[in-house]
């Protein structure tokens, strides 16, 4: 074990938080856990992990649950392809792997949405084997480091990260180094405000040494989102709601939605539904709402509607609502 190691995985025995994943030897619990800590904090995570693995406690139940009830699970998590992908692989690990999480790089990363980060995470974490995995995380934490000044965005900067990471990762405890990788990252090497004074690390630190924690990583700027303007309807009779499911896109697919429409006056949407055959009553302009997703940016006009016509739309109870798996983006303008 290198210094680099030692002083990081004596730092994380003394000082790690206390996280259900961390008290499972499950390897299903362990992947369910990563998939949902993508681009989620652990505090966040926490009941919707417990709820997952209470309700699915086995990759066999995965990969039969109804896509409903796995969206309900996973509501308000957000990305969910990353539910759907877990529920395919759950099905080819039934089909091809006896219904046992394959312990391979190789067969591992045949399985959706498992990438390089998530395999290393998986055989690190749950098998105990000296694969790296590289996130957010490490690279910030590594490129503080080793005084890395290329753009992390790029795959060749990343790439030269990994390998960094593959060459410290002990290969007597693969698990608590990268444990501590993680940790590092989300309790000292933050974004902001690093705790430099008490890093177990620091005493070699580039970044520390010459007072460059701002600076690094160095990441270009991203291209400006998408945008596209929408006017929402919150369209309801004594009957309940009308909600469209969004289907066979990669975009919320699945889950339901206000109908709504790319369009900048409400008068466009009436026209619509003239030429349905249908009247729309508009009650009351209950004002603008933004959802950010990561490359897309929705501005919506929401609008209180009603409407006395039948429409191809499905019409929820208020009772029923918790059934029908929302997108955040309009639960949020459903609350209000
Ligand atoms: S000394 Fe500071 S910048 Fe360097 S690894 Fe530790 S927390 Fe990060």
Redesign the pocket.
């Known amino acids: 074990m290198n210094d680099f190691s030692s002083k990081l995985i004596k730092w994380y025995l003394a000082n790690k938080r206390d996280l259900p994943w961390r008290n499972t030897t499950n390897p299903y619990h362990i992947w369910v856990s990563e998939i949902m800590l993508q681009q989620t904090q652990a505090a966040t995570v926490i009941p919707y992990y417990l709820r997952f693995i209470e309700t699915l406690p086995s990759i066999e139940d995965l990969a039969k649950v109804d896509l409903d009830l796995l969206y309900k699970l996973w509501e308000g998590l957000g990305y969910y392809s990353r539910a759907r992908n877990l529920k395919n692989a759950a099905m080819t690990i039934m089909e091809k792997h006896q219904g046992v999480l394959p312990n391979t790089y190789d067969d591992l990363i045949k399985l959706k949405g498992i990438g390089r980060y998530t395999a290393g995470a998986i055989l690190s974490l749950a098998f105990h084997l000296p694969y790296s995995a590289t996130d957010g995380n490490v690279i910030r934490?590594l490129s503080?480091?080793y005084g890395i000044k290329e753009d992390t965005r790029l795959e060749k900067t990343k790439t030269i990260i990994d390998g960094l990471n593959q060459k410290n990762i002990s290969i007597i405890d693969p698990h608590n180094y990268t444990q501590a990788m993680i940790e590092?990252g989300a309790t000292?090497?933050t974004k902001s405000k690093?705790?430099?004074e008490i890093?177990p690390?620091?005493e070699h630190?580039y970044?520390?040494l010459n007072n460059k924690?701002s600076e690094l990583p160095f990441t270009s700027k991203l291209k400006q989102k998408k945008e596209i303007q929408w006017i929402t309807v919150i369209l309801r009779n004594e009957a309940g709601d009308y909600l469209l499911q969004k289907q066979e896109t990669n975009l919320l697919n699945g889950l339901y939605l206000y109908p709504q429409f790319e369009a900048e006056s409400i008068n466009y949407v009436e026209d619509i539904f003239n030429e349905l055959g249908a009247t729309l009553f508009i009650n009351e302009d209950i004002g603008s709402y933004t959802h950010v997703f990561s490359h897309l940016k929705w501005d919506m006009r929401v609008y209180h509607a009603t409407t006395s016509s039948n429409l191809d739309y499905t019409v929820v109870k208020p009772s029923n609502f918790d059934l029908y798996p929302m997108a955040t983006a309009h639960k949020q303008i459903k609350k209000d």
């Open positions: 934490t503080r480091y590092m000292l090497c690093p705790k430099c890093c690390i620091n630190c970044a520390y924690q």
